[in-house]
């Protein structure tokens, strides 16, 4: 789980003691009008979504250009080696790699202020032995050459002569973690918050050693005297963590991924694979602007994907809605699958239009999916206690640490709506974030092998095109 570590004396004093330096490496990006930032490709740092680029560097390099006023120029690479290069070439400012700093990058390159740390890992699969010391290894250890993980290894070998390490030009960290859950290698070394996202997606995947404890996560600058753009980085930084944009990404990336369980992971994704498609159509059917994935989420959570389950509080059917619930969505029967479904997509869009329409996504689905949890009155509880301690209240990231407080009188007894079991509305939405982000993969996995199976059409002339036959259905 990744946690913010943030130099705050650092942060805040620099800037009101030092004299202005003459502004060479910021002259030249104001100059050119853009900020050439290069970055790792991967789950945690940058990718091509659907809905365009997103990742977390990515989305704080884009805060960090638009407060300069510049463009953001992205370089990208699949390893952190091969922007180093570039770096020390001139031809990117920085490097927001999203990975901890081993001890060699801290002497030959210029730290920013550390805002994450993480652990380094021993990985390997659970259907597995689990090794208990590095002596134990009965495989190499493979990780990517010129990575941290490779340099925190090397050292681990004058202490352990008989530990093997592979290097690897052609897999990234995420490709690795992949290739220990399919079996085609024993062990890797990756970053903790990296594990925790790929075990939404194979739950085998388990740490068998902590190699090194709380390791800075920083963005890289040229060690040179020039210190221009490093004191604006400072700046960046201090004033992200004061107005709760680095907390805002964190919840956004990783705030739903704090607790791990195997068990429930496993479930899930043989669910998928066994119940779901019975109710896929469904589910497409009604979501309306929704995502369907989201719907299906929310009705896994709510009753596992059995449309007649009741609860001993009187909530029954695949959305788990309430007698009057149910009546105002015009649901006559709360067991019918179809009926449920399209009953819990009305009623989610019905919160979500119901919350202030200056709450941005994807705070104000989550919001309402505390809602439909917990009662939108509530809700509203929370967001005035969030304003109240001069937070933002239509960001889920704060708002989601004062729902839990509606628990105690000397909070709750100044709100409208009294008592209420806050915490378990939280755990609730990231239990439904969880199932989310897992389903998209599986769904975009399942919709690549489609894609790659799918006969093309090979023009053989200008006179007789070559006509691929219709997929059967």
Same mark, same amino acid.
């Given at each position: 789980?990744?946690?913010?570590?943030?130099?705050?004396?650092?942060?805040?004093?620099?800037?009101?003691?030092?004299?202005?330096?003459?502004?060479?490496?910021?002259?030249? +990006?104001?100059?050119?009008?853009?900020?050439?930032?290069?970055?790792?490709?991967?789950?945690?740092?940058?990718?091509?979504?659907?809905?365009?680029?997103?990742?977390?560097?990515?989305?704080?390099?884009? +805060?960090?250009?638009?407060?300069?006023?510049?463009?953001?120029?992205?370089?990208?690479?699949?390893?952190?080696?091969?922007?180093?290069?570039?770096?020390?070439?001139?031809?990117?400012?920085?490097?927001?790699?999203?990975?901890?700093?081993?001890?060699?990058?801290?002497?030959? &390159?210029?730290?920013?202020?550390?805002?994450?740390?993480?652990?380094?890992?021993?990985?390997?699969?659970?259907?597995?032995?689990?090794?208990?010391?590095?002596?134990?290894?009965?495989?190499?250890?493979?990780?990517?050459?010129?990575?941290?993980?490779?340099?925190?290894?090397?050292?681990?070998?004058?202490?352990?002569?008989?530990?093997?390490?592979?290097?690897?030009?052609?897999?990234?960290?995420?490709?690795?973690?992949?290739?220990?859950?399919?079996?085609?290698?024993?062990?890797?070394?990756?970053?903790?918050?990296?594990?925790?996202?790929?075990?939404?997606?194979?739950?085998?995947?388990?740490?068998?050693?902590?190699?090194?404890?709380?390791?800075?996560?920083?963005?890289?600058?040229?060690?040179?005297?020039?210190?221009?753009?490093?004191?604006?980085?400072?700046?960046?930084?201090?004033?992200?963590?004061?107005?709760?944009?680095?907390?805002?990404?964190?919840?956004? &990336?990783?705030?739903?991924?704090?607790?791990?369980?195997?068990?429930?992971?496993?479930?899930?994704?043989?669910?998928?694979?066994?119940?779901?498609?019975?109710?896929?159509?469904?589910?497409?059917?009604?979501?309306?602007?929704?995502?369907?994935?989201?719907?299906?989420?929310?009705?896994?959570?709510?009753?596992?994907?059995?449309?007649?389950?009741?609860?001993?509080?009187?909530?029954?059917?695949?959305?788990?809605?309430?007698?009057?619930?149910?009546?105002?969505?015009?649901?006559?029967?709360?067991?019918?699958?179809?009926?449920?479904?399209?009953?819990?997509?009305?009623?989610?869009?019905?919160? +979500?239009?119901?919350?202030?329409?200056? +709450?941005?996504?994807?705070?104000?689905?989550?919001?309402?999916?505390?809602?439909? %949890?917990?009662?939108?009155?509530?809700?509203?509880?929370?967001?005035?206690?969030?304003?109240?301690?001069?937070?933002?209240?239509?960001?889920?990231?704060?708002?989601?640490?004062?729902?839990?407080?509606?628990?105690?009188?000397?909070?709750?007894?100044?709100?409208?709506?009294?008592?209420?079991?806050?915490?378990?509305?939280? %755990?609730?939405?990231?239990?439904?974030?969880? &199932?989310?982000?897992?389903?998209?993969?599986?769904?975009?996995?399942?919709?690549?092998?489609?894609?790659?199976?799918?006969?093309?059409?090979?023009?053989?002339?200008?006179?007789?095109?070559?006509?691929?036959?219709?997929?059967?259905?």
């Amino acid at each position: 789980m990744r946690r913010f570590w943030l130099s705050v004396g650092l942060s805040f004093g620099v800037l009101g003691c030092v004299p202005a330096p003459t502004p060479m490496h910021l002259h030249q +990006i104001y100059q050119r009008d853009a900020l050439r930032i290069g970055i790792v490709n991967g789950p945690t740092s940058y990718f091509e979504g659907p809905d365009g680029p997103t990742g977390y560097e990515y989305e704080l390099a884009k +805060i960090m250009a638009d407060r300069l006023g510049v463009k953001l120029e992205l370089v990208t690479a699949y390893q952190t080696e091969d922007l180093l290069k570039k770096l020390e070439q001139g031809s990117i400012d920085l490097v927001a790699s999203g990975g901890t700093i081993s001890p060699t990058l801290q002497q030959r &390159y210029r730290l920013g202020p550390a805002y994450q740390i993480a652990d380094e890992v021993l990985v390997y699969s659970n259907n597995k032995r689990r090794p208990k010391s590095l002596d134990e290894l009965d495989a190499p250890v493979v990780v990517q050459q010129g990575s941290s993980q490779a340099e925190a290894l090397q050292l681990l070998q004058q202490q352990h002569p008989k530990l093997q390490v592979e290097y690897t030009n052609n897999l990234d960290a995420t490709e690795l973690l992949q290739q220990v859950a399919e079996g085609k290698i024993r062990y890797t070394v990756t970053d903790s918050h990296l594990l925790s996202i790929n075990q939404r997606f194979y739950p085998m995947l388990s740490t068998a050693i902590t190699l090194k404890k709380s390791q800075p996560v920083a963005w890289l600058l040229p060690a040179q005297d020039d210190d221009s753009l490093y004191t604006v980085l400072i700046e960046f930084f201090g004033k992200s963590f004061e107005n709760a944009d680095l907390l805002t990404l964190d919840d956004k &990336y990783f705030g739903h991924i704090s607790r791990f369980n195997y068990a429930d992971t496993v479930n899930f994704i043989e669910a998928i694979d066994k119940q779901l498609p019975r109710y896929e159509p469904l589910f497409k059917k009604y979501a309306g602007p929704l995502d369907w994935r989201l719907l299906a989420s929310i009705a896994y959570q709510e009753s596992r994907w059995d449309p007649k389950v009741r609860s001993p509080q009187g909530v029954v059917g695949m959305m788990m809605l309430t007698v009057d619930t149910a009546n105002l969505m015009q649901v006559t029967s709360r067991v019918d699958a179809a009926q449920s479904i399209r009953g819990g997509a009305r009623y989610l869009k019905r919160l +979500i239009d119901l919350l202030p329409e200056r +709450i941005p996504q994807p705070d104000r689905t989550w919001m309402a999916l505390a809602g439909y %949890n917990l009662g939108l009155s509530h809700i509203e509880s929370a967001r005035m206690l969030t304003e109240k301690d001069g937070a933002n209240a239509d960001s889920w990231a704060e708002v989601k640490q004062r729902l839990p407080l509606l628990r105690q009188r000397k909070y709750y007894r100044f709100t409208r709506t009294g008592y209420a079991r806050g915490d378990m509305a939280v %755990n609730y939405v990231e239990n439904i974030r969880r &199932y989310y982000e897992t389903l998209q993969w599986v769904d975009e996995q399942r919709a690549a092998k489609t894609k790659a199976a799918a006969p093309t059409t090979i023009p053989q002339s200008s006179q007789a095109p070559l006509r691929a036959n219709r997929p059967s259905h």
